[in-house]
């Protein structure tokens, strides 16, 4: 298993360009989630689905959508990219075991700037 | 709303120091307990977790951590730490069934010195 694969690594934009940031895991995990991660605020959430169909907001969604049309892929969309956007993006996915329980497996990370 | 507080923002120890990382959450629910580490340039990995039963729960690489319900509390032990150790640990709360959504402490940066 490839485990939680995110596209690309790095990523330079400029202001007011919009740009899809790709996320699939094969692990068949109904759980999928996107984090940013900010220096001393450790990692917030933006959006995460429950299942294909199924997306929620998390703490910080403004200016970012989601979409997820298959288990496996669960895209971040930047629909007019802006400075406060610049951070390391994490995607994560997560199963759920009886007892409620599960363990989020993280991929490696985009770390996006915007000029 | 829901918080998790982590207490240190960075903590530099000797090698063979013991280590003890603070962690409290606020939630009023049942709640799934988690440490993650992140190694320099990676990403973040699990450490242990915390789901039911024993309180006292042991992760890889030496580390445990214990939950006290009453005082909300979720934190991160190792005996004796190794430079291979630096890292930034986060804390992290996961409402029992709210699949896919955890809540992150600010994180810990812990330096090793050899």
């Known amino acids: 298993n490839a485990g939680v694969t995110q596209t690309p690594k790095f990523q330079v934009l400029k202001t007011g360009q919009s740009m899809t940031l790709q996320c699939a895991q094969d692990m068949n995990h109904e759980y999928m989630s996107w984090y940013r991660q900010d220096p001393g605020m450790g990692l917030r959430l933006i959006h995460y689905?429950?299942?294909?169909?199924?997306?929620d907001q998390g703490e910080v969604p403004n200016g970012y959508n989601v979409s997820r049309s298959t288990t496996e892929d669960f895209p971040l969309r930047l629909l007019s990219a802006a400075p406060s956007q610049t951070s390391v993006y994490f995607c994560?996915?997560?199963?759920?075991?009886?007892?409620?329980?599960?363990?989020?497996?993280f991929g490696p990370g985009t770390r996006l700037t915007v000029l | 709303a829901q918080s998790v507080s982590q207490h240190n923002h960075h903590v530099i120890l000797s090698e063979a120091a013991s280590l003890e990382l603070g962690c409290n959450y606020s939630?009023?629910?049942?709640?799934?307990l988690f440490w993650y580490v992140q190694y320099p340039g990676q990403h973040l990995q699990l450490l242990l977790k915390?789901?039911?039963?024993?309180?006292l729960v042991k992760g890889i690489k030496g580390f445990e951590a214990e939950f006290i319900k009453s005082k909300f509390s979720f934190n991160l032990r190792k005996p004796s730490v190794q430079w291979s150790d630096t890292a930034e640990y986060f804390c992290a709360v996961k409402p029992y069934n709210q699949g896919g959504k955890l809540i992150f402490g600010q994180g810990t940066e812990l330096s090793v010195k050899p």
């Open positions: 994560a996915s997560s199963y759920s075991v009886a007892g409620g329980t599960d363990t989020q497996y």
């Open positions: 689905s429950v299942g294909a169909g199924i997306t």
């Open positions: 915390y789901f039911s039963g024993d309180p």
């Open positions: 939630y009023g629910g049942t709640v799934n």
